[in-house]
């Protein structure tokens, strides 16, 4: 079971620094060239700029408190917090319409959940 947390938090957390870096690096205007990303055009650029900010703090929560055993508390609380991202990206998604992206978020907020409860469990 061991492996297989730290394999989905490795993924999580490299999916997460992607996105969050993107976020906070790209202009907006840049972001809204991109057809997956038009669901910018709802939020100024500081709220982008915050969710690329809150990605990249949750990838880093998934991954190195546990490994260095300094307040592992914090790494099931990141997965709890990325997972609440995902429940937030879902209703923005079916606010917008985008129903066919939610899918996508329903898979990510599981694997989030799936790290916390493993990780809760193993202090």
């Known amino acids: 079971m061991n492996l297989a947390v730290w394999i989905v938090s490795g993924l999580l957390a490299a999916l997460y620094l992607m996105a ?12 809204l060239a991109e057809p997956r990303m038009s ?11 915050g969710i690329g900010a809150v990605e990249v703090a949750g990838a880093i929560g998934l991954v190195l408190p546990w490994l260095t055993g300094i307040a592992p508390i914090l790494t099931p609380i990141a997965a709890i917090g990325l ?16 129903g066919a992206t ?6 990510l907020c599981a694997l989030a959940v799936f790290v916390a409860g493993v990780r809760f469990g193993q202090l």
């Not at 669901?39 to 700029?49: I, R, S």
């Not at 939610?102 to 898979?107: A, M």
């Open 102 to 107: 939610v899918p996508v978020n329903f898979v």
């Open 83 to 98: 997972a609440l991202v995902q429940v937030g990206a879902a209703i923005t998604h079916i606010r917008r319409g985008e």
């Open 39 to 49: 669901w910018v055009g709802d939020f100024t650029d500081g709220q982008v700029k």
């Open 20 to 31: 969050g870096f993107t976020k906070l690096v790209k202009a907006k205007q840049d972001l």
